[in-house]
Nanobody, 124 residues
């Protein structure tokens, strides 16, 4: 029901825009979070958006470089990433939560639906 796409191989300093498309149901009333997992590391929260887009949240490591946005008409959430660093290399997942993510945005259990990931590789 959630499908992440847009990953790829890019040089450091470059940009990518990830998409998280929903199908089968509307996620307009769900908060959306982006998580990533690098090899040998635990999955970590990257960015989140409340359903109304009135609240957006970012991990300190990506603040100022990544932007989360959503298009309700297309049932899609985007993650614009620029400039990318080698340490951004990971598999990126999007997830949907029916909860208010103000305090739970980084907690995996708070998300009801998860999409398959998309690989982002940043070369130095």
């Amino acid at each position: 029901q959630l499908q992440a796409s847009g990953g790829g191989l890019v040089q450091a300093g470059g940009s990518l825009r990830l998409s998280c498309a929903a199908s089968g149901r509307t996620f307009s009333r769900y908060a959306i979070g982006w998580f990533r997992q690098a090899p040998g590391k635990e999955r970590e929260f990257v960015a989140g958006s409340k359903w109304s887009s009135s609240g957006t949240y970012y991990a300190d490591s990506v603040k100022g470089r990544f932007t989360i946005s959503r298009d309700h008409a297309k049932n899609t959430v985007y993650l614009q990433m620029n400039p990318l660093k080698p340490e951004d290399t990971a598999v990126y997942h999007c997830a949907a939560s029916s909860r208010d993510i103000t305090t739970t945005r980084g907690l995996e259990w708070a998300y009801d639906y998860w999409g398959q990931g998309t690989q982002v590789t940043v070369s130095s």
